[in-house]
């Protein structure tokens, strides 16, 4: 047996000089195929090839590959490449045994979760193996043994993940029913570092499952701290309500008006309400910074006025909070709606305005600063 290491499992594929990485579908299969391999030919393996999608093949390294008392058990490390994946560096484990009974027969050991509720992909009680993770895994089986196998033979495979319940913790799992461990997901088997389409996967996942558990009132948050803030303000929502949709709020509302929503609460800070309040519904510094001339100029609208010297200095500030301190000082309240209001009614308009939209702005300490409403 290998002793687990955390050096890169395989060779990797560049892409603006980042770093791709591995899903842990491609890390079950590697080690499922392993392990098959251990057990039909009864020697130790150190790697293997699979098969991925286009007709990629990859070599892994394994972690570990032992024989036990029922089948042969192989690991290998998730190496994520440049993406900030909490998963990276876990080994993923496949433990796998003949059965008689025909097709792969999945079990969920040690740290890899289990559906709970409905509103996924995969049915409730199974293991939580996306379906796009189980054809990459399959279709390894298959070169492994040949494709007739399954249809006359079965496999077993027991995929853990050593401190999985932990890992799980960090991702979505918890929230959407997904209990015991991390998901076996990945339908490319290839990680993409900081994928914006993964990300709004992500989104869209949770808006279903909350939708089909009969959630149809919906928190969109831009980050942790707000979603949090507005837990905190509205404890009787299950937390399936509640999804981080960070820079993607545009994106968020108009899939929630599509999927069934009908109605949303809008959680953040000045800073990226602030662009709501303009109509810019990606809020990613990539696609421009705050506009502090903007705030500036709904400073100017309030009452009482802000002096020519003060607005002189509200349209020099550094930061959306500079230009809030300076108005506090000066005993201008007020700016705060003012976002509020224009966020929902700018939030209202990017989806027609098919259901109500609330808004909620927080300072960083969790106070809530101002709320505005807009009607369907």
Known sequence: MKTPSRRPTAKHYQKDQLRTGFTTSACAAAA??????????ETPQTAAHIPLPGKRQV????AR???????VRAGVIKDAGDDPDVTHGAEIRATVRFLDTPGIHYEAGAGVGVVTLPGLEIPVGEPSVSPGARRIIQRAVEVELGGDFLRHQGVHIRLSVPNGEAIARET????????????????????VPYSEGAYRGSIVVEIKAALRNGVTELALTTGKRSEQYLMAERPHWPELAFIQVGDHVGFGLKRAARLGATRIA???????????????MHTHVSQGLIDIPFIASLAATLAPAPSPELMARLREANTARHIQMMLRKAGIPGLEQRIAHLAAQQAAAHIDHAFPVEVFLWDIKGGLLAYAHAAD
């Open 32 to 41: 499922a195929r392993a392990a098959l391999r251990a057990l039909r030919t």
């Open 59 to 62: 070599a892994f390294e394994l």
């Open 65 to 71: 590959c032992e024989f036990l008392e029922q089948g």
């Open 172 to 191: 979505l799992n918890p929230r959407l029913g997904v209990l015991g461990g991390i998901s076996i997901l990945g339908t490319t088997g290839i990680v």
């Open 266 to 280: 809008l959680s953040g800070m000045i800073g990226k309400l602030s662009k709501i309040a303009q109509g810019r």
